[in-house]
Structure formats: structure tokens, C-alpha cells
């Protein structure tokens, strides 16, 4: 296996007594690509998200997340790649200075570490004056890119965000795709699952999944010569229209 590949799959497949909800999937992720998974919902996306997580075991198959293996290696895996859902990510009744500083901690940083990046992802975020603000009093577009910084906190090789941008406004989704490509300038792997098509067009490469398959993979521009298409979201419409399954 290559080492300057981020993530390697082969033929990963899940099953869930006779349903497959992941079928055979092959694909490649480089270091610092931002890698857009795309699909319906019931395509598969997040129980393959899930099994790159070391969350969930595969059926069958390979795979390789920052260099471990997802069968034998998935404590490894957590601990080098961060992670950030839409569902959950913060701790609402904690102010932000603490969920920096617990997230540092879960990851074994060292207090020296923590207080130094605490001190620099405030200035960094504009957050100096609510370091004692409960999380939940945040509004909406500051909790997701707290959580996105958070995420990647502990420096990991591989960032997951699963519909990180949710329910944000358009110019609070631009400001965060801005810190994704920082991060992904600074060597980090963005591998991102969004529902928002235009953001399709910010990635290096875009996967689409439809009944469990990788229908097309490409950067977006091949996507959208290949499907004879004017934006991803004509693209997706065009593949999405395939799916026989509608959610799972």
C-alpha cells in the first residue's frame, strides 16, 4: 500500500443480514485531498463513513485509514482522524474554552499543547471575548466552526465531516469551506459528505454513491463533462435517478 495515499479501499462491503447496504466499494483518497462522498440518502454513505471511522467493522473487504488497517487497527484510526457530524459534535452546557480543552484531552495532548492551541484557536476564530460563553449560546454558523476546529484540534491526518455546513447560512457555509481548504493547506485529508450541492464544486474529487455502488468518481469538472452537465447538482439529479432504494 502506498503511503502517500490517505485512505485505500478495496472492495469494502457491509451487510446487514441480507441487505448490503455497502456493495464492493474501491476507491483512493491522496493526503491532502479534500474528498467529497456524495449520495441519497440510503446510497451507503454513512455506514462506509462509519467503517473508515473504526466505528463499525466491514463484511468483507480492505481497507486502510492514515496507514491502519479498519479490521485490526480501529483504535489507531480514531486517534489519528477527527471527526465532526452535524448531529453531534459539542458539548452544549460547556463553555467554549472547556470543550477545547476536553477535546485536547481525549486526544492525550499534553496541557502545554492545549493551552497554547486553546489560546491561538480563539484569536484564530474571533472567539477571545466568548472563551466563557456556554456552547449553547453560541449562534449556529460560530457552533460549526468551533466544532470543525475542535475536530481537528489534535493535528489528525484525516478529517471526517459528515454534513458538516447543515441548516447554516450561505455566507457562514463559504466562511467554513475557507477553513476546510486552510486545513487541507496544511496537510490535512478532508474527506466531507454534504447534501448541498454547490459545495460538490469545492472539492478536489467528488465520489457518488447510489444503492450502495460508487456510481462516478471524478474531480468536478470531469463529472460534469462526463454526465453532460452544466452543475453537480445536474449530475447527481442524472445518477440519483438509478437509485432503487430510498433510504436506509
Same mark, same amino acid.
Given at each position: ?110 496541557? +502545554?499543547?492545549?493551552?497554547?492551541? #486553546?489560546?491561538?484557536?480563539?484569536? @484564530?476564530?474571533?472567539? =477571545?471575548? !466568548?472563551?466563557?460563553?456556554? *456552547? ?46 486552510? +486545513?487541507?493547506?496544511?496537510?490535512? #485529508?478532508?474527506?466531507?459528505?454534504? @447534501?448541498?450541492?454547490? =459545495?460538490? !464544486?469545492?472539492?478536489?474529487? *467528488? ?42
Amino acid at each position: 500500500m502506498q503511503h502517500n495515499k490517505a485512505i485505500t479501499v478495496e472492495n469494502l462491503t457491509k451487510r446487514f443480514g441480507n441487505f448490503t447496504a455497502v456493495d464492493a466499494i474501491s476507491f483512493e483518497v491522496d493526503k491532502g485531498e479534500i474528498f467529497g462522498f456524495l449520495g441519497a440518502n440510503g446510497a451507503g454513505k454513512t455506514t462506509a463513513m462509519r467503517m473508515l471511522c473504526g466505528l463499525s467493522l466491514p463484511t468483507a473487504g480492505k481497507a486502510t485509514v492514515a496507514g491502519f488497517d479498519v479490521f485490526k487497527q480501529n483504535e489507531e484510526i480514531k486517534r489519528n482522524i477527527g471527526y465532526m457530524s452535524q448531529k453531534f459534535s459539542l458539548y452544549e452546557d460547556l463553555t467554549v474554552k472547556e470543550n477545547i480543552r476536553f477535546y485536547g484531552g481525549i486526544y492525550g495532548k499534553s496541557n +502545554a499543547f492545549i493551552k497554547e492551541k #486553546t489560546g491561538y484557536l480563539l484569536q @484564530h476564530l474571533h472567539l =477571545e471575548k !466568548e472563551a466563557n460563553v456556554l *456552547v449553547k449560546e453560541l449562534p449556529l454558523g460560530w457552533k460549526q466552526k468551533l466544532a470543525f476546529s475542535v475536530a481537528i484540534f489534535h493535528e489528525p491526518e484525516i478529517v471526517f465531516l459528515d454534513e458538516p455546513t447543515g441548516g447554516v447560512d450561505p455566507v457562514t457555509r463559504r466562511e467554513f469551506w475557507n477553513m476546510i481548504y486552510e +486545513a487541507a493547506s496544511n496537510g490535512i #485529508t478532508v474527506f466531507v459528505t454534504t @447534501h448541498y450541492m454547490d =459545495e460538490a !464544486e469545492y472539492c478536489n474529487r *467528488v465520489s457518488i454513491m447510489v444503492d450502495g455502488k460508487i456510481e462516478a468518481l471524478d474531480t468536478p469538472t470531469g463529472l460534469k463533462q462526463t454526465y453532460h452537465a452544466s452543475s453537480m447538482d445536474d449530475v447527481f439529479v442524472q445518477l440519483a435517478r438509478k437509485a432503487v432504494r430510498s433510504d436506509g
